[in-house]
């Protein structure tokens, strides 16, 4: 079993479309959660954090279900700048040291 | 935010050579430089861990003589894949971390594609 899994998608949006993205990981010892955006052979840019109580940053929404080892991602009003590949990251050590990538949902968003 | 950079960003090889892709933290001390490697379609995986001044720790699979990773300065670490293959085509990204620890920055990646 992977340790992050995602579905790589795509998910194909209209402008203006809200689109959820789902991720479960398998180490119930995981510290922290994130999102990240990677766009077409470029490196990954962090998103934003995910937690416990849900976090908003505008149009995007983080959940995190520990119970559930489950981690979500909304994205309201889509933009067509929002297509990218959306990789959830799992750090299963204190402090940055050990990132854990699912292999990324993509999302296209189109006119 | 932290600026990490890599070069080259794309290199084309022969066979049986080495090659080596810097990365470079400009305006923060990464105590903490770690190197990924992403196939076309898969995830992000983690190679090794750096700390400046001291042996890399490896993943496991990773072969250490093969990947030689140096972490002399606080600024600076290489990777050397040594005898490159056609199989270790691949994008390579290092990240880097800061005294603060609270996030990895990530450089623009190189594209290494052996021939």
């Known amino acids: 079993r992977k340790e992050v899994e995602q579905d790589p998608g795509p998910f194909n949006v209209p402008e203006g479309a809200t689109v959820a993205f789902n991720c479960t990981y398998s180490?119930?010892?995981?510290?922290?959660f994130f999102w990240y955006r990677q766009d077409c052979r470029k490196e990954p840019k962090l998103l934003m954090s995910?937690?416990?109580s849900g976090n908003e940053d505008g149009r995007f929404t983080a959940q995190l279900n520990r119970a559930s080892q489950y981690i979500s991602l909304l994205i309201r009003d889509s933009k067509l700048s929002d297509s990218a590949t959306y990789l959830c990251?799992?750090?299963?050590?204190?402090?940055?040291?050990?990132?854990?990538f699912g292999t990324g949902t993509r999302l296209l968003v189109s006119p | 935010g932290a600026v990490v950079s890599q070069h080259p960003s794309r290199v084309i090889c022969k066979s049986g050579t080495s090659v080596k892709i810097e990365c470079r933290s400009l305006d923060f001390q990464a105590t903490t430089m770690f190197w990924y490697r992403q196939f076309p379609k898969k995830s992000l995986m983690l190679m090794a861990t750096?700390?400046?001044?001291?042996?890399?720790?490896?993943e496991q699979g990773v072969e250490k003589d093969k990947f030689l990773i140096n972490h002399a300065s606080l600024t600076l670490s290489t990777l050397t894949v040594t005898s490159a293959h056609p199989e270790d085509s691949s994008f390579y990204i290092c990240?880097?971390?800061?005294?603060?620890?609270?996030?990895?920055?990530f450089g623009p990646g190189t594209r290494l594609t052996v021939l």
């Open positions: 180490n119930s010892a995981s510290q922290s």
């Open positions: 995910v937690y416990s």
């Open positions: 990251v799992v750090n299963t050590d204190t402090g940055f040291q050990k990132l854990v």
């Open positions: 990240s880097a971390t800061g005294w603060r620890d609270n996030e990895q920055f």
């Open positions: 750096s700390n400046e001044g001291s042996k890399a720790t490896y």
